[in-house]
């Protein structure tokens, strides 16, 4: 069942050099607090994704898409529905996966890595990157965006990423493209559509029963 | 008493060595078959794998997307990925069918289970195989299907095929006991991947269930 999670967290790998168009930025300061202060305006956040997998050696690529849904504190669900349907939701301490027909639960408070991960997640979308003790980050922006770019520290991270390069809009602070890297150079990108802020979005949506 | 325990361990030598395969008839098709008949062919495959069993007391289920691509005549490849895109494996054959790990996640690399998945793809994309079968058998006239053996470096594979010429399971065993049997949904012809593989490991216990993807697999 933990690779469920940890596969999920090698997802998230970036390099320490910053995408074409982007400069680097020397004082992170100013990021750091608008960042916090769309964080506490920001109750909840519903999204289209899709999905990339790169597959370098192959020179070849498997797409997928679904829906993305974050809720204040610690709540998130991501569904896939093409082309296949699997869902996987964090609720606190709590992750519950559900694949073809079947449900697991898992409990991070009993692994430190899936501590780790459930922990990328939140601060993608809560946009506390800067305070996750797990990565160093470097910040980089182009005209219209930010893009923070986590490199792990610690040796368990190490080997589940390269590392994760979070892409955020400048206008909303909302992260608009996740890419994560692999150690042997494949990546996955996901690109956030049609998002909407602080919408209802109904607990239901996050139960892990 | 004494005699007690001699009839017992009759019994239970006899049981050991007791044939899974019984009543077997060699058979002569009209149409030559070889390996390369049965080896299936296509460009590149995607199916939705979903693992399930027990590992001592532990179960265990994970799920994630399988890429197969075929480089013409010449290699191999096998990626299994999680749904969020990393790689559990990546396997590969060449031209000689030799086989390569091209990467594996720490938890999974042990040398019994990379032994096992090997095994498994090698009878799935009929790889490692003698070019001619070792003999074709029926074991049952009413049902007329042709268990196609082929030698392994331990024990033996048998490709069940109907006689319009379909793969109905795969299965692959000593002279004693099954240890892995391979189903497939709909029955698929020579040379094509089933839409639906069930692989059961018997002795290890746990089961791999395959279903083809038919989209979204882009240049």
């Not at chain 1, 519903?46 to 709540?75: A, I, P, T």
């Not at chain 2, 991947?193 to 979204?216: E, P, V």
């Amino acid at each position: 069942m933990s690779l469920i999670i940890i596969a999920a967290a090698q997802n998230f790998s970036a390099s320490a050099q910053a995408a074409k168009g982007f400069t680097a930025v020397s004082n992170t300061k100013t990021i750091e607090t608008s960042l916090a202060s769309t964080a506490k305006s920001t109750n909840t956040i519903s999204s289209d994704f899709v999905q990339v997998k790169h597959m370098k050696m192959l020179n070849d690529k498997v797409n997928s898409k679904g829906k993305f849904y974050f809720k204040k504190e610690d709540k998130i669900r991501i569904e896939y529905t093409s082309p296949f349907q699997y869902l996987l939701v964090m609720n606190g301490g709590q992750i519950m996966v559900r694949d073809e027909n079947k449900t697991n639960k898992i409990n991070t408070r009993n692994s430190k890595t899936m501590q780790s991960v459930n922990k990328v997640m939140m601060d993608c979308m809560r946009g506390t990157v800067f305070n996750n003790k797990d990565f160093s980050v470097k910040a980089f922006e182009s005209k219209g965006q930010y893009l923070l770019q986590m490199t792990p520290i610690n040796s368990s991270m190490k080997g589940l990423f390269a590392k994760i390069e979070v892409y955020l809009e400048k206008t909303d602070n909302t992260v608009t493209k996740l890419v994560m890297s692999e150690n042997g150079g494949d990546y996955t990108d996901m690109n956030f559509t049609n998002k909407k802020i602080n919408t209802t979005l109904s607990d239901a949506l996050f139960s892990v029963r | 008493m004494r005699y007690f325990l001699f009839v017992s361990l009759s019994f239970f030598l006899l049981s050991c060595n007791k044939k899974i395969y019984q009543n077997s008839q060699e058979i002569q098709l009209s149409q030559s078959l070889t390996a390369a008949d049965l080896k299936p062919k296509f460009e590149k495959e995607l199916y939705r794998g979903v693992i399930d069993g027990k590992f001592g007391l532990k179960k265990f289920h994970f799920s994630g997307v399988l890429y197969m691509k075929n480089f013409g005549d010449t290699a191999t490849r096998v990626v299994f990925q999680s749904e969020m895109g990393s790689t559990f494996f990546d396997f590969g054959w060449d031209h000689k069918d030799s086989f390569i790990v091209y990467s594996i996640m720490e938890q999974m690399n042990k040398p019994a289970l990379i032994k096992t998945l090997k095994k498994d793809f090698e009878m799935l994309l009929v790889k490692n195989m003698a070019k001619q079968p070792k003999g074709i058998y029926n074991f049952d006239r009413n049902t007329r299907e042709n268990y196609i053996k082929f030698d392994l470096e331990k024990g033996f594979v048998y490709y069940i095929a109907d006689i319009s010429r379909n793969i109905i399971a795969i299965e692959n065993a000593d002279e004693s006991k099954k240890v892995v049997v391979m189903k497939m949904s709909p029955v698929a012809p020579f040379g094509q991947l089933a839409d639906k593989i069930s692989i059961k490991h018997l002795l290890a216990g746990f089961t791999i269930d395959l279903k083809k993807i038919k989209q979204d697999v882009a240049e």
